[in-house]
């Protein structure tokens, strides 16, 4: 069974840092979909893409860019986000997803296996 489970959400105050997991099934990379992402949504808003990495690149959002570093430990089936100078607006559910899309995109459409969510809150 493919799965995606996040973990790591709370609340911080602004300027400080989380870091978010992203637990696969070996599933998922036997059928292919060796590129993961990060999408955020807050309330009343569209899921956003944050973050992708596949086998050859990463991808960041301008609006996260230096902030945020994706990660994956294919040993230990788990991606990793982590969060620095969080600002209030970064506040919302992220999500992880996973796609057999050959390289790191933001269409969101391209991303057919997903998480739960984790909410992460960032206070002023």
């Known amino acids: 069974q493919e799965q995606l489970v996040e973990s790591g959400g709370g609340l911080v105050q602004a300027g400080g840092s989380l870091r978010l997991s992203c637990r696969f099934s070996?599933?998922?990379?036997?059928?292919?979909?060796?590129?993961m992402a990060w999408f955020r949504q807050s309330p009343g808003k569209e899921r956003e893409f944050a973050a992708a990495?596949?086998?050859?690149?990463?991808l960041y959002a301008d609006n996260v860019r230096d902030r945020f570093i994706v990660s994956r430990v294919n040993a230990e089936n788990t991606m990793y986000l982590q969060m620095n100078n969080l600002k209030p607006e970064d506040t919302g559910v992220y999500y992880c997803?996973?796609?057999?899309?050959?390289?790191?995109?933001?269409?969101?459409?391209?991303?057919?296996?997903w998480g739960q969510g984790t909410q992460v809150t960032v206070s002023s």
């Open positions: 070996a599933s998922l990379r036997t059928a292919g979909k060796d590129t």
């Open positions: 990495i596949s086998r050859h690149s990463g």
């Open positions: 997803a996973a796609s057999d899309f050959y390289t790191t995109t933001v269409d969101r459409t391209k991303y057919t296996t």
